[in-house]
């Protein structure tokens, strides 16, 4: 199926400062990413669709200026966790669709904030 | 509210014997069912699908049954092998947008040998 990566795979930062996660189809096009956080032991939460070329549409209770969403070309997402406290840790997972229903996801980034 | 649940937390079977992960949901609205498998540290690798029009799909050792007036779904594993074992999670959508998915908090499988 098709890949798509996430980098870094793993962070620690120190509170207050910011995170960026980039998110890319490796042998395919996305027009749609979506972000997910995925807190221990719980499900897949949608944070947010990406759009390429657009701005993201946020989930209900997720901020925008916390966690911005950038799709700038049909292979790339980032999101950036700005100003980072611990309880933003967190594994993030991005996906991707390829038209119709087909979506893949990455690995996940691990993110630890000290 | 919870709209997906997986009330199962864990399931532990033998080898070659059959696993059954159970899934439950009360939004009427969702037409299109997805079951993935996540390993550890890694994202969730697409295992099966169902639409709301059909109430079984079957694809080698995996089925997913769909009772819609029950609003339940269950994904069959037969036979498990020790390298299913894994997090299986439960999603719905609304139509085939399988990307804005409402997930369940998953069932751990593990399959001894």
């Known amino acids: 199926g098709a890949v798509v990566s996430q980098h870094p795979s793993w962070v620690i930062c120190k509170s207050g400062t910011s995170v960026k996660i980039e998110c890319r189809s490796l042998d395919f096009q996305a027009t749609t990413m979506f972000w997910y956080r995925q807190f221990p032991k719980q499900s897949l939460m949608l944070m947010a669709t990406s759009n390429e070329g657009s701005k993201a549409t946020y989930e209900q209770g997720v901020e925008k200026d916390k966690f911005l969403i950038n799709h700038a070309s049909l292979t790339l997402s980032t999101l950036t966790v700005t100003s980072a406290h611990p309880e933003d840790s967190s594994f993030y997972i991005c996906?991707?669709?390829?038209?119709?229903?087909?979506?893949?996801f990455g690995p996940g980034t691990r993110l630890t904030v000290l | 509210d919870q709209q997906v649940k997986q009330n199962s937390p864990s399931l532990s079977v033998q080898e070659g014997r059959i696993s059954i992960l159970n899934c439950d949901y009360t939004?009427?609205?969702?037409?299109?069912f997805l079951w993935y498998k996540k390993y550890p540290a890694e994202g969730p690798t697409f295992l099966i699908s169902i639409s709301s029009i059909k109430d079984k799909n079957e694809d080698g050792r995996f089925t997913v049954f769909l009772n819609k007036s029950a609003k339940h779904l269950s994904l069959h594993i037969v036979p498990s092998q020790p390298g299913d074992s894994a997090v299986y999670f439960c999603?719905?959508?609304?139509?085939?947008?399988?990307?804005?998915?409402?997930f369940g908090d998953g069932t751990t499988l593990t399959v001894k040998p």
């Open positions: 996906s991707a669709r390829v038209g119709g229903d087909a979506t893949f």
């Open positions: 999603a719905a959508s609304e139509g085939a947008n399988a990307g804005k998915s409402t």
């Open positions: 939004n009427s609205m969702f037409d299109y």
